[in-house]
């Protein structure tokens, strides 16, 4: 696939979900399985930060304030605009215009200040280094063209002794099943096309990325389907299909 002059955008992957860009906030809609996987998201990311900055007290209204969040493909804002609840001051950057343009107005509905940019991670370089307390890349690697330079791209954003959080898709046979068969074809949550088997990444593969950017991985953990319920949640063991995995940059 057609890399931009960014290296690290994949130019056929932006166009996958421009077409659907309108849909970003339509809960039964194209990014219905985003929808319902964020709270479980959310509840990783809030615990990740917690513990890594020690916070005095995560039970206020807003326990994040202060600390700088960089959201890597935020799409249209769905964990931009918890984080900017929690306190933290947001900023948003995607490689597709339209789906700024989405993240924008409902921000502006909310009655919340994020701030979005269309382009690249490395396009924010280098004015803005070390600039970021957390970097959030959430599936978004296994759409990218260069997964190395994309990661070198988080790390040289973070602050020394900062917090970068992954989230993607371990490639496994159980992977192709769930998340391309059933999800694209059978149950067709998603569009056909959405995802590309041979760009998901084992967790030793991100493992051994982050240490060649000089990161360190902290945290893994994966996310699984409640059958019965039909809601995500996290599991300690299980990283066939989606896992996380938290990294910190050394200070």
Request: with cysteine; hydrophobic share 40%; charged share 25%.
């Amino acid at each position: 696939m057609p890399a931009s002059e960014n290296n690290t955008i994949d130019v056929q992957e932006i166009e996958n979900f421009a077409k659907d860009s309108a849909h970003w906030w339509d809960e039964s809609g194209p990014f219905r399985p985003l929808h319902r996987l964020n709270p479980a998201r959310m509840s990783y990311i809030r615990q990740q930060i917690e513990d890594h900055f020690s916070l005095s007290d995560p039970a206020s209204l807003a326990p994040f304030k202060g600390l700088k969040v960089l959201d890597i493909g935020c799409g249209g804002g769905l964990v931009c605009e918890p984080m900017a609840r929690l306190g933290a001051d947001v900023n948003g950057i995607d490689a597709d215009r339209n789906a700024i343009d989405v993240a924008i107005a409902h921000a502006a509905q909310s009655g919340l200040d994020i701030a979005y940019r269309n382009g690249s991670a490395e396009s924010l370089l280098p004015k803005e280094s070390g600039r970021y307390d957390v970097v959030l890349a959430l599936e978004i690697i296994e759409h990218v063209a260069d997964r190395d330079a994309f990661i070198e791209s988080c790390a040289a954003l973070c602050k020394p002794g900062g917090l970068i959080i992954f989230s993607t898709l371990n490639r496994t046979a159980k992977s192709y099943a769930m998340s391309i068969i059933a999800a694209e074809y059978i149950l067709r949550w998603v569009p056909r096309g959405t995802h590309s088997w041979d760009k998901f990444v084992r967790p030793s593969e991100l493992a051994a990325s982050l240490r060649h950017a000089g990161l360190s991985a902290v945290n893994e953990k994966g996310l699984v389907i409640n059958p019965l319920s039909g809601e995500f949640q996290i599991s300690d063991k299980d990283v066939d299909v989606n896992y996380f995995m938290s990294a910190r940059k050394p200070d």
